[in-house]
């Protein structure tokens, strides 16, 4: 009677309260038979014309006329080398040919008198024939001089370094007083007008995209607008890759080897789905889930975890591969808020679902 007596006066226990439906965004799963990888390749601007010029003769330094960074014209003296030695040399060759002219009409005029006499028959013809050879190799001695004049005035012409075309000094080699050897370079020119960007592709992607292939590229974070040339006929021993070129605008003020970004896309064939990276959330063994709804028949929906493994992923997009299907309604927002096994209602069809949150267990959320 007593134990009765208690029970009655109980407090009834308090029913479970439902949680107001949380709104979600979910879309369809559209399967794919490919996914595109965007390469980025760092090129460099170059310009073709671009050469290191210097003295041919060798000789000391007298004097330069230009420096780093300034702009030469055509033309434009650029250095001068000593040429005093030469000047010397061309004087003795003066001289050389001086004496021998003055030898070779002496030899003229008394092989003229010798002929004189040998009509009348005073002069053996031994003696004619020793003033005629005489008289040959003074000729062959005095064109031997001009020529090794003429060949002092081009090293003289060759003393003075003038720019072969119009560009700027971007380095100098050489200073003043400094002794030049045969080919040794003085400066750097860089031509103005127009440049071209070198940049290495793979053998294996360079054989998967066709002529016409859209190029983008970008210097310093802005597109940049090329055009393709050509491309080399070998591989690089160093970076294993083949050199594409391409012509840059003459608009385009660009420096020698400033660096250029070469977007190329390649489409990878794999069975994938794109989904955006709010709808991936952390799995097991390196795996991602994504919630997938699965119709119950009666208007609501059960969500349902499906293991996936990301094969590409960009800023806003993953590629993914796993046990999903064609047109599975996917959550893309609000996981954090779900489990697996948590029963919904579709109130929009196209985007957005009803949470319900009934059949939660407490703690579950």
Known sequence: MLALTLSGCQQPAPQAVDKAPAEVYARSIQMQTSYPITHRFVGRVYHPLTSEIGFEPSGTVDRIAVDLGQTVRQGQTLATLDTRLLHSEADQLRASLAQNQADLS????????????????????????????????LQARRQQLQANLQSVDIRLQKSTLTAPYAGTIVQRHLTQGQVTGNGQPAFTLVPDGAAEARVGLPVRLLSRLPLDHPWRASIDGQPLALDYIGRSVEVDPTTRTVTLRFALSPEQKLLNGQLMYLEVEEQITAVTAQVPLTALTAGLRGLWNLYVLEDLGDDSYQISRRDVRVLHADQHHAWVEGAISNDDRLITTGLQRLVSGQRVRVIDDQSQLVVSQTTVLEGTL
């Open 106 to 137: 002496l030899t003229q005029a008394t092989l003229k008198r010798q002929l004189s006499l040998s009509k009348q028959g005073y002069q053996s013809e031994q003696q004619l024939d020793e003033l005629r050879s005489q008289q040959a190799q």
